[in-house]
């Protein structure tokens, strides 16, 4: 976090650069993993990354895809068998007709983003998103010189967008929502969506939906947006529920009239897609029960987790139902939220993402936890934050 205003000093960086926010989880994980350079052990909640490995029948094609030399660019919109692959996953998985043509596969979700947001947002259009909601949205869209409006959302709406905070002015050109969603782990309740891609459609706005988390679902029903209406846009990708974060593979699924203009972005920031990634995935969506077996494990870490940290004192208003995090109020501690995941590193070596990195509203007073990593060292991670917090009541 330091050094930031002396670099942009030093060098003609642009005020872009020098001024956007970092991604504090990605920072905390840099330090916390000095400390265990330093021989330190230090339990992992902070980083949304599955504790998985790539299942393996992902890597089986990926050496196969290297011993046969797929080793050249693919097409810009990435090779049409897995456009296929993933059209197939609607039709198998949700019941929902979505054309090959209208599925484009991206570096990461991030990469779709990217894409998404140089096809949509200019200076002068305004994009809204959550608050409490995933940085990177921002972060990305700001390099467009668009506005972006933060739309604060509590555990009274079920931290669900309502339609009524997209009335204007400004007209709201894009609004991005994650279901299920980051930081809180909540999914959308039935109709929600639907509401609110009437309201902004009506104006000419573009509802994402951002479902990387989609194939984490625990007890809620899901239903991908999709089915909504044809001009919804959906992103979603690998990362997640695959365990695939390194091989940065996404896709997204677009109305007809966007793909040639994402076409030509993707040909320029881009070129294409990874290609071995591209050929390892189309192995991704067999492994129905690799993926439940997973499932089965993370909803065993929340239902650990929820309780655990209501009991220490943490506010977590509403369950999860999907993804791998919680979102808890710490007003109980009396602290600042950057305050406290600092000295929950320093003093109980629990590593813990900030509210800030999530937005404004309530930033201060909550914490996410991440569940991506094993049991044991959740327990763990509990039993230290448990002692931590009781020699502070004590001092
Ligand atoms: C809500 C959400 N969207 C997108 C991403 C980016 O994922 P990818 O690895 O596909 O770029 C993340 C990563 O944490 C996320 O939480």
């Not at 393996?56 to 990435?78: C, M, P, V, W």
């Not at 479902?211 to 239903?223: K, N, Q, R, T």
Request: a negative charge.
């Amino acid at each position: 976090m330091s050094g930031d205003t002396d670099e942009a000093h030093i060098m003609n960086i642009s005020r872009r650069a020098s001024e956007i926010s970092p991604f504090y989880v990605m920072e905390l994980l840099e330090k916390a993993r000095l400390m265990e350079a330093d021989g330190h052990s230090v339990i992992h909640m902070e980083v949304g990354e599955p504790g998985f490995e790539t299942p393996g029948a992902i890597k089986q094609e990926a050496l196969r895809a290297l011993n046969d030399g797929k080793t050249f660019y693919t097409h810009s919109l990435g090779i049409p068998e897995l456009r296929e692959a993933v059209s197939r996953h609607y039709r198998d998985r949700f019941r929902l007709d979505v054309s090959p043509a209208r599925v484009i596969i991206t570096n990461g979700s991030s990469g779709a983003f990217i894409l998404l947001f140089a096809a949509l947002l200019e200076r002068g259009r305004t994009l809204a998103i959550a608050d409490p909601g995933y940085p990177c949205y921002r972060n990305i869209a700001l390099l467009t010189d668009c506005t972006v409006r933060r739309l604060p959302v509590s555990p009274d709406s079920n931290y669900e967008v309502l339609p009524d905070q997209l009335r204007g002015p400004p007209a709201i050109d894009a609004l991005v929502v994650a279901n299920p969603s980051n930081p809180t782990g909540t999914i959308y309740r039935a109709g929600a969506l639907q509401a609110l891609h009437e309201q902004l459609s009506a104006r000419g706005g573009v509802l994402v939906v951002d479902e990387i988390y989609s194939g984490l679902v625990y007890d809620a029903p899901f239903a991908s947006s999709i089915s909504i209406s044809e001009d919804i846009v959906v992103v979603s990708g690998f990362s997640k529920a695959f365990a695939m974060t390194g091989w940065r593979l996404g896709w997204m699924v677009v109305p007809p009239g966007l793909v040639r203009p994402i076409q030509k972005l993707a040909q320029n920031l881009f070129i294409a897609p990874p290609s071995i990634s591209q050929y390892a995935a189309l192995a991704a969506f067999d492994d129905a029960d690799g993926l439940a077996r997973m499932c089965g494990l993370y909803r065993e870490r929340r239902d650990f987790l929820v309780p655990r940290l209501r009991g220490l004192g943490f506010d977590v208003p509403v369950k999860p139902d999907g993804a791998f995090y919680i979102y808890a109020g710490i007003e109980r501690f009396g602290m600042d939220s950057m305050l406290f995941v600092e000295r929950a590193l320093a003093e109980a070596r629990v590593a813990i993402t900030p509210g800030y990195d999530f937005g404004s509203f309530r930033a201060a007073s909550h914490v996410r936890f991440s569940y991506a990593d094993r049991l044991e060292n959740l327990v763990e991670g509990c039993d230290r934050l448990e002692r931590w917090l009781q020699g502070r009541e004590g001092s």
